[in-house]
């Protein structure tokens, strides 16, 4: 669903409790650079999520009030109205937009990805069949990781992958690096962060597994908040401010034309 190209940022009907406030409570986990994380020489939160919902915000007329929370508390707290919004890169999946609706910014997928010193027998996403693979857990690519091996190892007629579930994007990289795992499957944004911040020490692996959308979540019930945050949104991007977040953590690649709303597959 599209965003309505009439209704603007500051024309959108806020709900009184995020107007009285002059506030927007955000959940965020900081631990997944670049789109959050913590600068490692000031301890500053920074990343591309954190650089959108403070534009997102700013064309509400409002402020951000951060509640800093693991992501397995987030779903929770967004439906139980601890939280307003979950400003963490989160995937738009059917299976969520139960009790969650989103606003979708940014194309993302399941990334696989390996060592260089494996780059000669892991090439394409079809070398991962008989490997040991990892994501974490708690994500999708964990499940994503999972079908595809079924699919194109096992009724191919290869050995499947042996999927390993990790305690998180940290974990996994320090798996890969310490020989615990033969490849990996993380998104392409923070890949990308990962072959910038360390140089010839990883490579792609194939084409990504599934392509889909990150969203900033809304309660389902929140639908005017909801709309008021694509409002925002659309105004971030006719500014530039959201093409410049993009920029200047090397994700343009990923970048969205439009705002949409519960677009992801």
């Known amino acids: 669903m599209l965003?309505?190209?009439?209704?603007?940022?500051?024309?959108?009907n806020l709900p009184e409790k995020v107007k009285a406030a002059g506030a927007i409570t955000v959940g965020i986990e900081s631990t997944y650079p670049p789109m959050a994380y913590k600068d490692p020489k000031t301890n500053e939160r920074i990343g591309v999520n954190i650089d959108l919902v403070e534009s997102i915000a700013k064309e509400l007329g409002i402020k951000v009030k951060w509640e800093e929370m693991s992501f397995e508390q987030l779903m929770t707290s967004?439906?139980?109205?601890?939280?307003?919004m979950i400003g963490t890169a989160i995937s738009d999946l059917p299976s969520r937009r139960e009790k969650l609706t989103f606003v979708d910014y940014l194309v993302t997928g399941s990334q696989p990805f390996t060592v260089t010193s494996k780059k000669d027998s892991i090439k394409t996403e079809a070398d991962l069949?008989?490997?040991?693979?990892?994501?974490?857990?708690?994500?999708?690519?964990?499940p994503v990781l999972q079908a595809w091996s079924e699919k194109n190892c096992v009724a191919a007629g290869k050995p499947a992958a042996s999927v390993n579930g990790t305690a998180g994007a940290t974990a996994t990289r320090?798996?890969?690096?310490?020989?615990?795992?033969?490849?990996?499957?993380?998104?392409?944004?923070?890949v990308a962060y990962l072959m910038a911040d360390e140089p010839n020490t990883y490579v792609l692996a194939g084409e990504p597994l599934t392509k889909?959308?990150?969203?900033?979540?809304?309660?389902?019930?929140d639908a005017a908040l909801r709309d008021a945050g694509?409002?925002?949104?659309?105004?971030?991007?006719?500014?530039?401010a959201y093409k410049q977040a993009l920029q200047k953590f090397g994700l343009e690649?990923?970048?969205?034309t439009e705002v949409k709303i519960d677009a992801g597959t």
Do not use: M
């Open 3 to 12: 965003v309505p190209a009439a209704v603007s940022a500051q024309s959108a």
């Open 212 to 221: 889909t959308f990150f969203g900033f979540a809304f309660n389902k019930n």
């Open 174 to 190: 320090l798996d890969l690096k310490q020989g615990r795992l033969d490849a990996a499957v993380l998104g392409p944004e923070y």
């Open 230 to 240: 694509a409002a925002a949104l659309t105004a971030t991007i006719k500014s530039r």
């Open 78 to 84: 967004l439906t139980t109205g601890r939280i307003d």
């Open 253 to 256: 690649r990923q970048a969205v």
């Open 129 to 142: 069949c008989g490997k040991t693979v990892g994501a974490p857990r708690t994500t999708n690519y964990f």
